[in-house]
């Protein structure tokens, strides 16, 4: 497909808009680090909570979702299931305690600063090894959402895709650079509205069209199984679509797809709008516009999916449709008005840059604060450490680009490796340290090692054996979440008791963000 004058038009208004958002913020906060990175902590809980949800859902909301329903099935959406329960626990459990806790921690505006100061590591153990962490999974992380903006440059508007990867990066850079983090949570907000009308619009309309629920029905069941254009395999039998539990699934798999929602303790991009919020009392208010706005969303990409399948059979469209991860583009641009399709298109956008945004400015954060600051340059001036955190950006960005530079690199895949990475390093201690006063700075180091190292084996090391010679990755097993998840936490839980007691000002500063909780409460 190509690109039409419309659709250009609305993606030019969408472009504008963001640049527009990006000048604002820079004109209201960056003057110094805190404010660039961490937005003054004067968040309002409703832009906190959009921003939270776009930057988690990136563009596999639009495409790795959809496309993995269109693919598998309603059994796919256990992942949906997982991750709801998942935001649900880390808004009800992990925002209250860390938004306080992080204040009372000497102001602290990183992660790893957050690990630094609630445990007095004067030996910058934990801070260096988080920002490491930090580092290289968000680099990774990052990359998926280049690589999604650049298939839909080139499955919609038929771009080169290499040169989709440049543009897409291209203008987050420009908002993230210039605005920091007010102008990546503004974006995050309006690009959240963007996505939430844009999953209600495309499910309901294409709904409609194939027939209602049994025109949907009949032609799913009719579909032939899905069949991937590079690798030739073959999806499972259209006739077990709707069971959530089909033949072949395994108890393993199924926790595999929950384990899903154990990430979300541990992702900083996400963690990071808690501790902005304005104030306490502000989280529920967040909590509940974010949940709203994520079930309606999920649902909708789950829909999308479904009625994709059922609209490619009945117009026999199998040919033109080469990748599933494009089906909510194929249905935006044949079934609504090319002003509408590039609202639509606007609304993939959004959910990539989003998420890039939010990554790119927690890595730069850290190499700054985190790196830079630490080991190089403490008497750093305000202006110049803001300075470091946009080269950084940049730098960060064209690491991504290249790792993306693969048009078969697939969406899912990228985030299911760096979201296992943060929920296994960071989860199990972000929890122990909001939760257990008998953490100590060894436990944490030791869980945070245990839970990055444990994922990067599971999915990259060859320990599997396999019928007829060779071996696989562990992860063809089980999710590596699960695995890195359990053994941080007990890595964590073991060191602290058997080793050294906790310090007595470690244990003061949990007593009194204890204290100051019950007072809330």
Known sequence: MTISVPEMISLGAYFVLMMA????????????????????????PAVGALSAGASDMSGWMLMGLPGAIYVSGFSAAWIAVGLTVGAYLNYRFVAPRLRIYTEMADDSITIPDFFENRFHDTSHALR?????????????????GIVAGGKLFESAFGLNYQLGLFVTAGVVLAYTVIGGFLAVSLTDFVQGCIMFIALILVPVIAFFVVGGWSGMESAIMDAPAYVNADSGATGPSRSQFFDMWPEGMTVL????????????????????????IRSLKDIKTARLIGMSWMLVTVIGAVFVGAVGVAYVQQ???????????????????????????????AAILAAIMSTISSQLLVSS?????????????REASQSELVMIGRIATVVVSLVAIALAFDPNSNILDLVSNAWAGFGSAFGPIILLSLFWRGLTRDGALAGMIVGAVTVLVWLYAP???????????LESLVYAMIPGFLLSGLAAYLVSVIGRSVKPKVAAGFDDMSEVMNDAS
């Open 463 to 473: 320990l599997l054996p396999v019928e007829g010679g060779g071996a696989v990755p």
């Open 21 to 44: 958002i990006g000048l604002y913020a820079y004109k209201e906060s960056t003057s110094d680090v805190s404010e660039y990175m961490l937005g003054g902590r004067n968040l309002h």
């Open 315 to 345: 117009h026999e469209l199998s040919a033109q449709l080469t990748d599933s991860e494009a089906i909510f583009i194929l249905l935006s641009q044949i079934i609504f008005h090319p002003l509408i399709a590039g609202f639509l298109l």
């Open 365 to 377: 954060s850290s190499i700054t604060e985190d790196v830079y600051k630490t080991f190089f340059r």
């Open 128 to 144: 260096t090894i988080s920002a490491l962490v930090i580092i290289v999974f968000f680099t990774v992380y990052t990359s998926s």
């Open 253 to 276: 798999g199924l926790i595999s797809l929950l384990a899903w929602g154990l990430g979300y303790f541990g992702q900083p991009h996400i963690i990071v709008r808690f501790m902005a």
